[in-house]
C-alpha cells in the first residue's frame, strides 16, 4: 500500500457515464493525513442509492464515479493523531465522509443532516480530491466517520447494517420507539424492509409487513418474524387495518401513493418516509388533520447511532440477509437489484475479486 506519506494508485469498478455500466477504473487513493484511517475494504453492500447516483437519476453525478457506501474492511494504516483505532482493527464506513463540524447539526452529534456534509463517492473531500466508494480495494477516511465492527458479527453480515440498518434504527430512536409493546408497519420487502422487521422485532414491536401483493407473505411471516401481512391492493385488508398502527415505516425508493398507508395509522401515528424518491408525492390534508398524524422523514444515521446500532445488532443476534457476490458479477446483481430480485441484500466480496 504505500506509506502514508505517498499517494498510491488502486483499480476500482467505477460508473463512467449515466448508462450506470461499472468497469475497471484506476486512480489515485488520496494521502493518508494525521487523522486519517487507511482501510482495505474487504466487503461492500450495494445500496439501491447507489443506482440513482450511477444513473444520473438525481441529475448531480459526476464521472468517472466509484459507488459503495456500505463499507467494512480492516484498519491498515493510521495517520499520526488517530486514537480510536489501530491497525488489524475491523472497521466500517457509510453515506458519509465528511461534515462542516462546526453547525447545529455538527454539534450535536446529527452529522448527517449537515448541509456541508460530504458523501462517501460522488462528492469532493477537504483536501479538493473526489471522493470514491468501496467498490475498490481501499479507502482513506477521515476517523470521525469510521466505526468499529463488535468483535464476533460478522463483516460481511455488518455491510449493509451500515446504511439500511442504521436508515431504520436512527427513526425508532429520535421518536422515542425503541421500546416494546409499539404497533409498527414496514412498506417495501427490501435491503431496508427487511432490516425494518428485524430490527423493530428485535425491539420488541407488533410487526405488520405491508405489501402490494401476497407473494412476499411467506418470507415475511416464517423467515423474517412478522406478526402480520398486509395487502394493499386488498380493500378489505386496509378497511380492518384501519387506525391500527403507531408508526409506518416506508421503505419504497419508487413514487407510490400516500394515502392509503395515511389511513393506517393512529392518532399522532407518523409515516418516516426512508426511499429515496426524485418525484413529487401526493396527499390531502384532511387526512392527516383528522388524525394530528405526520409525514417526516429520516436520512441514514448519525456516527453515534450507527456504532450503537451495531451493538445492537451483535447483542439481539440481529443479521441481514444476503447474496454474497464478486466483483465482476456487479452489474448484473445491480440490473437484479432494480428488478427486486434479491433477497435482501447484494454484498460484494471486495477482497477476493480481481481487479
Same mark, same amino acid.
Given at each position: 500500500?504505500g ?18 455500466i461499472l468497469?475497471?477504473?484506476?486512480y ?7 487523522? *486519517?484511517?487507511?482501510?482495505k475494504?474487504?466487503h ?6 447507489d443506482i440513482?447516483?450511477t ?5 448531480m ?12 474492511g480492516e %484498519?491498515?494504516?493510521?495517520g499520526s ?5 489501530r %491497525?488489524?482493527e475491523?472497521?466500517?464506513?457509510g ?7 462546526s ?6 452529534s446529527?452529522e448527517q ?7 462517501s463517492?460522488?462528492d469532493i473531500? *477537504?483536501?479538493?480530491q !473526489? ?5 475498490? !480495494?481501499?479507502? %482513506?477516511?477521515?476517523?470521525?466517520f469510521?466505526?468499529r ?11 449493509p447494517?451500515l446504511c439500511a ?10 421518536f ?5 409493546g ?11 424492509g427487511?432490516?425494518g422487521?428485524?430490527?423493530a422485532?428485535?425491539v ?14 411467506e ?6 418474524g412478522?406478526?402480520?401481512y398486509l395487502v ?13 398502527l403507531?408508526?409506518?415505516l416506508?421503505?419504497?425508493p ?6 392509503p398507508?395515511?389511513?393506517?395509522l ?9 426511499g ?7 396527499f390531502i ?5 383528522l ?12 456516527m ?6 451495531l451493538?445492537?445488532c451483535?447483542e ?6 444476503i ?9 448484473t446483481?445491480?440490473e ?5 430480485d434479491?433477497?435482501?441484500?447484494? %454484498? ?8
Amino acid at each position: 500500500m504505500g506509506s502514508l506519506e505517498n499517494e498510491r494508485s488502486v483499480t476500482g469498478w467505477a460508473a463512467k457515464d449515466p448508462s450506470g455500466i461499472l468497469s475497471p477504473y484506476t486512480y489515485t487513493l488520496r494521502k493518508t493525513g494525521p487523522e *486519517d484511517v487507511c482501510i482495505k475494504v474487504l466487503h461492500c453492500g450495494i445500496c439501491h442509492t447507489d443506482i440513482h447516483q450511477t444513473k444520473n437519476h438525481l441529475g448531480m453525478s459526476n464521472y468517472p464515479m466509484v459507488p459503495g457506501h456500505e463499507v467494512v474492511g480492516e %484498519v491498515e494504516e493510521v495517520g499520526s493523531n488517530v486514537t480510536k483505532f489501530r %491497525v488489524g482493527e475491523a472497521v466500517g464506513v457509510g453515506c458519509l465522509v465528511g461534515c462542516c463540524r462546526s453547525c447545529e447539526p455538527c454539534n450535536s452529534s446529527k452529522e448527517q443532516y449537515c448541509n456541508k456534509r460530504i458523501w462517501s463517492y460522488n462528492d469532493i473531500y *477537504d483536501d479538493g480530491q !473526489p471522493t470514491q466508494g468501496g467498490f475498490a !480495494p481501499a479507502m %482513506v477516511v477521515h476517523q470521525q466517520f469510521v466505526v468499529r465492527i463488535p468483535e464476533g458479527l460478522a463483516l460481511e453480515q455488518a455491510a449493509p447494517l451500515l446504511c439500511a440498518g442504521v436508515t431504520v434504527y436512527s427513526p425508532l430512536k429520535h421518536f422515542g420507539l425503541i421500546k416494546s409493546g409499539v404497533r409498527g408497519g414496514i412498506l417495501g420487502l427490501g435491503g431496508v424492509g427487511h432490516m425494518g422487521v428485524k430490527i423493530a422485532k428485535a425491539v420488541g414491536h407488533h410487526v405488520t409487513v405491508i405489501s402490494s401483493s401476497d407473494r412476499k407473505r411467506e418470507e415475511a411471516m416464517e423467515h423474517l418474524g412478522a406478526d402480520e401481512y398486509l395487502v394493499s391492493s386488498d380493500a378489505t385488508q386496509m378497511q380492518v387495518a384501519t387506525e391500527s398502527l403507531d408508526y409506518i415505516l416506508d421503505t419504497i425508493p419508487v413514487n407510490h401513493p400516500l394515502e392509503p398507508y395515511i389511513s393506517l395509522l393512529k392518532v399522532d401515528g407518523k409515516l418516516i418516509i426512508t426511499g429515496v424518491i426524485s418525484t413529487p408525492m401526493q396527499f390531502i390534508t384532511p387526512m392527516l388533520m383528522l388524525g394530528r398524524k405526520s409525514i417526516t422523514g429520516s436520512f441514514i444515521g448519525s456516527m453515534e447511532e450507527t456504532q450503537e446500532m451495531l451493538e445492537f445488532c451483535k447483542e439481539k443476534s440481529v443479521e441481514s440477509k444476503i447474496e454474497i457476490v464478486k466483483m465482476d458479477y456487479v452489474n448484473t446483481a445491480i440490473e437484479r437489484l432494480e428488478k427486486n430480485d434479491v433477497r435482501y441484500r447484494f %454484498v460484494v466480496d471486495v477482497a477476493g475479486s480481481k481487479f
